[in-house]
């Protein structure tokens, strides 16, 4: 394999190389470059086919690939079938849509006819990107959403430019809260609206109008679903003037497909979400729950009649279901349910029945549906990487699974164990971790520790297989990953247990964690190490502002200032919403939950990266930490990240740039010593 090549100047500090050694036995980055992904599974109705979207790296480009793949139901040929991503079947099972790149310049929705000629069309010739690719039931048009455009008026009274002048460009109007959008930019200004096409091609028509915005954070939305007659959508969103200050609800709606005309289907506040049709058409299942100015609340499943009438929940989980996907003989929904670490498929019966359909230590997803009660979705754990799985939904089966697009890669590499932790916290409250030991784990040996944190604050580590983990263990590092407080999966109470104090508790059951670790004998506490991106950048962040223990930190993506951190975000009243009262009001309160407050304790050396294009924990958050850490002379690097936004490794090089800094880094410091641990003139 060829190895990449890295010329690193880490001034002022000495040149230092990576310290990986390309290996045919262990998981080091050079593999990654050779890594699959595989998402997005659809059925045929028939259930004899099934599609999915294929991912790869594009080492020339710098960038993910994706193409379109197919097989049979049982796994068998396997084989690339077009470019393009998203594709659905047509209701008859004679076509596929998809997205795939074309003219005009961009993204625009094609048609192929699943016969011998293959016949391909594209249907759509649009300016914006579309997005939520569906097919109405009758197979004969295709709906997807869209940006339209709108904008602010204010003339002046300008004198005309003279002809071949080159004038500066108006200034950009920004008059809404929220203006930008990681891995955007500034957005346009506009709503997204839902459209129907043809499917032999033709002119797009809007299906909605009007100012509105939907429940997607990124802009996608709205989720919406089609009744089986074909004459309604029924989609989510808020239609409401002021909705750019509400982004805690979220209502369903039902428009007439052929006057356009909308009604409100439910109206309860709260945030209601992903509707999706029963096959009879009476009922609408979805998933949310009901208005509060909590942190977090765990989503259930709700069901409600097509006319608005007998709003119900199906669930009492407190659990976050995935998306709800109808039983093919309309008595129920399937959905996948996260729950400590693992996600399984569940069903839930319009008249009781409620059933896990799948067990395991897994994550599972659910993304489709055929009539037979064939359902598909991507499956990992914590040995093999994500592929595409075949399960029955009617009776209890083994799992099939049908790729397996790393084998080649994993050949003969020799993976770190990985072991299922829980642990006491302060209250009593239980803590459920991983713990990844080195490859040939020797218990006798000292280990230098990893303690990695997500993101969120209301996200949760998994059981699924972790490339990033698994190189820091193929390093000879013990990895430590845990769910504390604030994390989802294990009930509202448990999410919401750092409402309105982020951090707080969270940070007793990390150190809880690195305890029950440290105590088992095997790791060199003079070599401890913290990192996280994102909620993991405040938590690292303010780990090191509390506690001198660990020889090295990488603080990636922070918000250490939330006072300026809402000014700065693209997501300003989602920033608002952790506290009881703005800044002006009760200032005190951001400022004690900020890691900038305590930065005069840090003492750790501090390692930070962030993207330039960074707008959800922007890069003045990073700068405003290296600032305060150069006036304390405590270590401290700063990476700016080129392309990337929010995180620092979309790009495929900046993720073995991102595993490759961290472990120099880490690799240079140890308790009592700020020399190097290894110098050279060059890093590979």
């Known amino acids: 394999m060829r190895r990449l090549m890295l010329l690193v100047a880490l001034l002022p500090f000495t040149v230092l190389r990576a310290q990986e050694t390309a290996s045919d036995t262990l998981l080091t980055v050079n593999h990654y470059l050779d890594w699959e992904q595989v998402a997005d599974p659809q059925v045929s109705p028939d259930g004899a086919q099934i599609l999915y979207t294929r991912r790869w790296v594009n080492q020339v480009e710098d960038r993910w690939d994706s193409g379109l793949w197919i097989m049979n139901a049982d796994g068998s040929r396997n084989r690339f079938l077009v470019k393009g991503s998203n594709a659905r079947w047509s209701p008859d099972g ?55 455009k709108s904008e602010t008026p204010w003339k002046i009274s300008m004198p005309a430019a003279p ?36 499917a032999e091609g033709g002119t797009p028509r809007p299906l909605t109008a009007g100012d509105y915005a939907t429940s997607e954070l990124g802009g996608s939305g709205p989720n919406y ?34 006057s356009g005309a909308v009604r409100q289907l439910v109206s309860k506040k709260g945030g209601w979400t992903g509707p999706v049709v029963s096959p009879d058409g009476r009922s609408v299942a979805f998933t949310g729950h009901e208005y509060g100015t909590f942190s977090y609340r765990a989503d259930e499943v709700w069901v409600i009649g097509i006319d608005g009438t007998g709003l119900h929940s199906l669930t009492s989980y407190d659990r976050d279901p995935g998306t709800v996907r109808w039983s093919p003989d309309g008595s129920g929904v399937f959905f ?141 590092y013990v990895v430590l990953y845990t769910n504390p407080r604030g994390s989802t999966g294990y009930g509202s109470s448990f999410g919401n247990a750092i409402e309105r104090a982020y951090p707080s508790v969270d940070y007793d059951d990390l150190m809880a964690g690195v305890d029950t670790v440290v105590r088992r004998g095997y790791v060199d506490t003079q070599r401890m190490y913290v990192g996280g991106c994102s909620g993991g950048g405040v ?42 009262a703005p800044f ?56 700016r990240f080129s392309g990337e936004y929010h995180g620092t490794s979309s790009k495929p090089s ?29 890093q590979r």
Not at 166 to 183: E, F, M, N, Q, S
Not at 373 to 383: A, I, K, L
Not at 657 to 670: C, D, E, G, N, V
Request: one cysteine or more; a neutral charge.
């Open 94 to 148: 004679t076509r596929i849509a998809y997205f795939a790149d074309g003219e005009p310049k961009g993204t625009q929705v094609f048609v192929r006819w699943m016969d011998a000629e293959g016949a391909t069309s594209q249907v759509t010739h649009v300016t914006e990107t579309p997005a939520n690719l569906t097919w109405s039931p009758d197979s004969r048009s295709v709906a997807f959403t869209m940006l339209v």
């Open 163 to 198: 002809e071949g002048a080159k004038w500066t460009p108006a200034p950009r109007i920004v008059d809404r809260l929220h203006y930008r959008r990681d891995r955007t930019g500034y957005i346009e200004q506009g709503t997204t609206q839902i459209f129907l096409a043809p």
């Open 225 to 258: 679903d089609w009744t089986p007659d074909g004459r309604t959508i029924v989609f989510d969103g808020l239609r409401e003037a002021d909705a750019d200050y509400r982004y805690r609800e979220s209502y369903l709606y039902a428009v007439d497909v052929k």
């Open 336 to 476: 996948s349910l996260g729950e400590q670490g693992t996600s399984n498929v569940y069903f839930a019966g319009i008249r009781g029945g409620n059933r896990r359909v799948t067990d395991g230590v897994q994550t599972l997803s659910l993304t489709s549906v055929s009539r037979d009660f064939t359902g598909v979705g991507v499956r990992s754990d914590p040995d093999e990487p994500a592929d595409i799985a075949r399960f029955n939904l009617r009776r209890a089966q083994p799992i099939t699974r049908l790729t397996s697009v790393n084998a080649d890669v994993l050949q003969g590499i020799r993976l770190g164990t990985v072991e299922e932790v829980w642990y006491a916290s302060t209250g009593g409250t239980k803590v459920q971790g991983w713990i990844i030991k080195p490859p040939g784990f020797d218990a006798t040996k000292k280990y230098p520790l990893i303690m990695e944190i997500h993101g969120g604050p209301h996200a949760m580590y998994n059981v699924g297989f972790s490339y990033q983990l698994q190189n820091f263990a193929a390093n000879g």
């Open 539 to 580: 938590l690292s962040s303010w780990v090191i502002g509390h506690t001198t223990r660990f020889a090295a930190a990488a603080v990636r993506c922070p918000v250490i200032d939330w006072m300026s951190m809402a000014g700065q975000t693209d997501v300003p009243l989602f920033t608002y919403g952790f506290f009881d």
């Open 584 to 639: 002006w009001e009760k200032p005190d309160q951001w400022i004690k939950q900020s890691s900038l407050a305590y930065v005069g304790n840090v003492k750790t050396p501090t390692l930070l990266m962030t993207g330039e294009l960074d707008l959800r924990t922007p890069m003045p958050q990073t700068e405003e930490y290296y600032s305060a850490l150069k006036m304390l002379k405590v270590p401290v690097v700063m990476l």
């Open 654 to 682: 900046n993720f073995l740039r991102t595993q490759l800094y961290m472990m120099s880094w880490y690799q240079k410091h140890r308790l009592g010593s700020d020399a190097a641990a290894s110098s050279g003139d060059g």
